[in-house]
């Protein structure tokens, strides 16, 4: 009975996940655990933490390149530079708020903060169509700068 039970879990995955989430999570309200799909729930924990993990990674590559925008492209600046402060102002919003859900990532954000800068150059660099070396070769912000709903670069880098 229980291979037919563990089967017909599978399929409930396999058919209908937010039907098989609200039954596993009934399961282990009511301490049902032998009928609980492990191999799928487990599978679904460890992709949540990764997912958490490229999100952040997504959004600080994004915020970094809107940054590069409104700091280098001048030619789209005026124009442009409302958009890019707004767009800034939802990334930081969007990071906080996995930081906040999730107070345990933010050493990843220290560990990926250059990792993300970078690909925010390379991506620049072709959407510009100018060569990476017009941004600095290491990122001349700090995290708390990067966070900072009130810091822009072309308000606070002009001495």
């Known amino acids: 009975m229980t291979a037919q039970i563990d089967s017909s879990i599978q399929t409930l995955y396999e058919q209908d996940y937010q039907l098989w989430l609200k039954a596993t999570l009934e399961q282990l309200r009511q301490g049902k ?16 933490g990764k997912s958490d993990k490229r999100a952040i990674k997504s959004l600080l590559t994004r915020l970094f390149e809107h940054l590069l925008k409104l700091a280098y492209w001048e030619a789209e600046r005026a124009y442009n530079s409302n958009k890019w402060k707004s767009e800034i102002t939802t990334f930081r919003v969007q990071i906080k708020e996995l930081l906040k859900d999730s107070p345990s990532l933010k050493p990843y954000l220290f560990e990926v903060f250059e990792e ?23 990122s ?9 709903n009130n810091w822009f670069p072309m308000e606070n880098n002009q001495s």
């Open 33 to 48: 655990f032998s009928l609980v799909d492990w191999k799928n729930l487990i599978e679904e924990l460890e992709t949540m």
């Open 140 to 148: 001349t912000i700090s995290i708390e700068q990067a966070l900072d």
């Open 116 to 138: 993300c800068y970078q690909n925010a150059r390379e991506i620049m660099a072709r959407l510009m169509g100018c060569k990476i070396e017009l941004f600095p070769a290491q």
